[in-house]
Protein backbone atom coordinates (compact mmCIF):
# COMPACT_ATOMS: atom_id res chain seq x y z
CA UNK A 1 0.00 0.00 0.00
CA UNK A 2 1.32 3.78 -1.18
CA UNK A 3 0.99 6.58 1.27
CA UNK A 4 -0.96 9.25 -0.08
CA UNK A 5 0.34 12.09 -1.68
CA UNK A 6 -1.20 14.33 1.41
CA UNK A 7 0.43 12.45 3.59
CA UNK A 8 3.82 12.00 2.39
CA UNK A 9 3.92 16.00 1.91
CA UNK A 10 2.38 16.28 5.33
CA UNK A 11 4.84 14.06 7.47
CA UNK A 12 7.77 15.98 5.28
CA UNK A 13 6.53 19.52 6.24
CA UNK A 14 6.04 18.45 9.94
CA UNK A 15 9.97 16.73 9.46
CA UNK A 16 11.29 19.52 8.11
CA UNK A 17 9.51 22.06 10.32
CA UNK A 18 10.46 20.08 13.72
CA UNK A 19 14.47 19.53 12.91
CA UNK A 20 14.32 23.08 12.21
CA UNK A 21 12.77 24.22 15.48
CA UNK A 22 15.07 22.00 16.71
CA UNK A 23 18.20 24.16 16.15
CA UNK A 24 17.24 27.54 15.23
CA UNK A 25 18.45 30.41 16.96
CA UNK A 26 17.56 33.40 14.57
CA UNK A 27 13.70 34.46 15.35
CA UNK A 28 12.93 35.12 11.98
CA UNK A 29 14.25 31.41 10.94
CA UNK A 30 11.98 30.13 14.05
CA UNK A 31 8.92 32.10 12.25
CA UNK A 32 9.73 30.20 9.27
CA UNK A 33 9.68 26.67 10.49
CA UNK A 34 6.63 27.78 12.44
CA UNK A 35 4.87 28.25 9.16
CA UNK A 36 6.12 25.18 7.81
CA UNK A 37 4.65 23.07 10.48
CA UNK A 38 1.18 25.01 10.13
CA UNK A 39 1.01 24.12 6.48
CA UNK A 40 1.60 20.38 7.24
CA UNK A 41 -1.35 20.76 10.26
CA UNK A 42 -3.29 22.22 7.25
CA UNK A 43 -2.89 19.35 4.41
CA UNK A 44 -3.28 16.78 7.66
CA UNK A 45 -6.52 18.29 8.34
CA UNK A 46 -7.74 18.55 5.25
CA UNK A 47 -7.20 15.43 4.16
CA UNK A 48 -8.01 12.97 7.53
CA UNK A 49 -11.36 15.02 9.28
CA UNK A 50 -9.47 16.34 11.56
CA UNK A 51 -9.68 19.46 12.81
CA UNK A 52 -6.43 21.49 12.70
CA UNK A 53 -6.33 22.08 16.35
CA UNK A 54 -5.56 18.37 17.56
CA UNK A 55 -3.14 17.82 14.91
CA UNK A 56 -1.04 21.13 15.71
CA UNK A 57 -1.47 19.81 19.37
CA UNK A 58 0.17 16.16 17.84
CA UNK A 59 3.06 17.87 15.69
CA UNK A 60 4.10 20.64 18.51
CA UNK A 61 4.15 18.14 21.06
CA UNK A 62 7.16 16.71 18.89
CA UNK A 63 10.55 18.42 20.24
CA UNK A 64 14.16 17.68 19.06
CA UNK A 65 15.47 15.88 16.48
CA UNK A 66 12.71 13.81 14.18
CA UNK A 67 13.14 9.97 14.57
CA UNK A 68 11.33 7.08 14.41
CA UNK A 69 9.04 5.90 17.44
CA UNK A 70 9.44 2.94 18.97
CA UNK A 71 6.37 0.21 19.39
CA UNK A 72 7.22 -3.10 21.13
CA UNK A 73 4.99 -5.92 20.76
CA UNK A 74 5.44 -9.68 22.69
CA UNK A 75 4.43 -13.16 21.40
CA UNK A 76 3.20 -15.21 24.15
CA UNK A 77 2.28 -18.39 23.25
CA UNK A 78 0.84 -21.67 24.88
CA UNK A 79 -0.74 -24.86 23.73
CA UNK A 80 -0.37 -23.84 19.69
CA UNK A 81 -1.91 -20.75 20.73
CA UNK A 82 -0.84 -16.94 21.55
CA UNK A 83 -2.12 -14.39 23.32
CA UNK A 84 -3.89 -11.23 22.28
CA UNK A 85 -5.52 -8.25 24.66
CA UNK A 86 -8.35 -6.67 23.53
CA UNK A 87 -7.90 -2.92 22.98
CA UNK A 88 -9.89 -0.41 24.48
CA UNK A 89 -8.94 1.88 22.65
CA UNK A 90 -9.79 0.53 19.27
CA UNK A 91 -13.54 -0.57 19.43
CA UNK A 92 -12.28 -3.77 21.61
CA UNK A 93 -10.37 -5.08 18.39
CA UNK A 94 -7.29 -7.54 19.57
CA UNK A 95 -3.42 -6.79 19.25
CA UNK A 96 -0.64 -8.73 21.19
CA UNK A 97 0.63 -6.86 24.45
CA UNK A 98 2.61 -3.63 23.76
CA UNK A 99 3.42 -0.49 23.31
CA UNK A 100 5.77 2.73 22.91
CA UNK A 101 9.53 2.12 24.61
CA UNK A 102 9.97 4.65 27.66
CA UNK A 103 13.17 6.20 27.24
CA UNK A 104 15.61 4.84 29.33
CA UNK A 105 14.21 1.14 28.55
CA UNK A 106 15.77 -1.55 27.07
CA UNK A 107 13.71 -2.71 24.45
CA UNK A 108 13.21 -6.11 25.93
CA UNK A 109 12.76 -4.57 29.64
CA UNK A 110 10.34 -2.37 27.55
CA UNK A 111 8.00 -5.09 26.30
CA UNK A 112 8.26 -7.20 29.45
CA UNK A 113 6.67 -3.93 31.63
CA UNK A 114 3.80 -4.01 28.34
CA UNK A 115 2.79 -7.28 28.86
CA UNK A 116 2.62 -7.43 32.70
CA UNK A 117 0.59 -3.82 32.37
CA UNK A 118 -1.83 -5.49 29.63
CA UNK A 119 -2.11 -9.02 30.32
CA UNK A 120 -1.38 -10.02 34.09
CA UNK A 121 1.26 -12.20 33.01
CA UNK A 122 5.20 -12.18 34.26
CA UNK A 123 7.24 -12.57 30.86
CA UNK A 124 11.06 -12.98 29.48
CA UNK A 125 11.83 -11.84 26.42
CA UNK A 126 13.44 -15.01 24.28
CA UNK A 127 14.10 -13.51 20.80
CA UNK A 128 13.57 -10.67 18.49
CA UNK A 129 11.50 -11.49 15.60
CA UNK A 130 11.33 -9.04 13.66
CA UNK A 131 12.14 -5.20 13.37
CA UNK A 132 10.10 -3.54 11.04
CA UNK A 133 9.05 -0.16 9.46
CA UNK A 134 5.62 -0.14 9.78
CA UNK A 135 4.59 2.05 7.13
CA UNK A 136 6.01 -1.13 5.00
CA UNK A 137 3.84 -4.22 6.72
CA UNK A 138 0.38 -3.13 5.83
CA UNK A 139 -0.38 -1.21 8.83
CA UNK A 140 -3.00 2.04 8.20
CA UNK A 141 -1.22 5.25 7.76
CA UNK A 142 0.17 7.62 10.44
CA UNK A 143 1.34 11.26 10.94
CA UNK A 144 5.46 9.92 12.28
CA UNK A 145 7.38 7.16 11.54
CA UNK A 146 7.18 4.05 13.76
CA UNK A 147 9.67 0.99 13.91
CA UNK A 148 7.97 -1.85 15.56
CA UNK A 149 9.45 -4.43 16.99
CA UNK A 150 8.14 -7.90 17.81
CA UNK A 151 9.50 -10.46 20.50
CA UNK A 152 8.94 -14.15 21.58
CA UNK A 153 8.41 -14.09 25.06
CA UNK A 154 8.04 -16.97 27.65
CA UNK A 155 6.05 -16.70 30.14
CA UNK A 156 7.43 -17.18 34.19
CA UNK A 157 4.17 -16.07 36.09
CA UNK A 158 1.34 -14.23 36.56
CA UNK A 159 -2.31 -14.91 35.69
CA UNK A 160 -4.62 -12.98 33.10
CA UNK A 161 -5.31 -9.84 34.25
CA UNK A 162 -7.35 -7.02 32.69
CA UNK A 163 -6.37 -2.78 32.96
CA UNK A 164 -7.46 0.01 31.79
CA UNK A 165 -6.17 -0.55 28.37
CA UNK A 166 -6.76 -3.68 27.99
CA UNK A 167 -10.85 -5.56 28.17
CA UNK A 168 -9.74 -9.09 27.74
CA UNK A 169 -7.04 -11.24 27.97
CA UNK A 170 -7.13 -14.68 25.87
CA UNK A 171 -5.10 -17.34 23.80
CA UNK A 172 -5.92 -18.12 20.13
CA UNK A 173 -5.35 -20.32 17.47
CA UNK A 174 -3.42 -19.59 14.90
CA UNK A 175 -6.39 -20.40 11.88
CA UNK A 176 -9.01 -18.61 14.42
CA UNK A 177 -8.04 -15.20 15.14
CA UNK A 178 -10.23 -12.44 16.19
CA UNK A 179 -10.62 -8.97 14.59
CA UNK A 180 -7.44 -7.63 14.88
CA UNK A 181 -6.62 -3.83 15.20
CA UNK A 182 -4.32 -3.73 12.29
CA UNK A 183 -2.80 -0.73 13.88
CA UNK A 184 -1.30 -2.40 15.94
CA UNK A 185 -0.87 -5.81 14.83
CA UNK A 186 -1.86 -7.82 11.41
CA UNK A 187 -2.65 -11.22 10.69
CA UNK A 188 0.48 -11.88 8.65
CA UNK A 189 2.91 -10.22 11.11
CA UNK A 190 1.02 -12.83 14.32
CA UNK A 191 1.61 -15.76 11.43
CA UNK A 192 5.24 -15.00 10.80
CA UNK A 193 5.35 -14.87 15.12
CA UNK A 194 3.69 -18.53 14.93
CA UNK A 195 6.86 -19.69 12.67
CA UNK A 196 9.41 -18.18 14.69
CA UNK A 197 7.72 -19.91 17.55
CA UNK A 198 7.66 -23.12 15.85
CA UNK A 199 11.39 -22.74 14.67
CA UNK A 200 13.62 -21.12 16.88
CA UNK A 201 16.49 -21.04 14.78
CA UNK A 202 14.70 -18.88 12.12
CA UNK A 203 17.38 -15.34 12.09
CA UNK A 204 15.87 -11.82 12.45
CA UNK A 205 14.03 -10.16 10.07
CA UNK A 206 14.26 -6.81 9.76
CA UNK A 207 13.61 -3.68 6.90
Known amino acids: MEDPQWLIWGRTL??????GLAYSKN??????FEAVRQIAVEIIAAHSGMLPSPVFDIFSG?????????DVRGALFRDEKILLVRELLDNGRWTLPGGWADAGDAPSDAVIR?????????????KLAMLYDRDLHGHPRFYFSIYKLFFICEIIGGAPAMSIETGGVEFFAENDLPEL????????????????YRRPELPTLFD
Do not use: C, W
Open 14 to 19: QRIAQN
Open 27 to 32: PFDIER
Open 62 to 70: EKGYATPKI
Open 114 to 126: EIREESGFEARAM
Open 181 to 196: SVGRVTAEEIHTLFEH
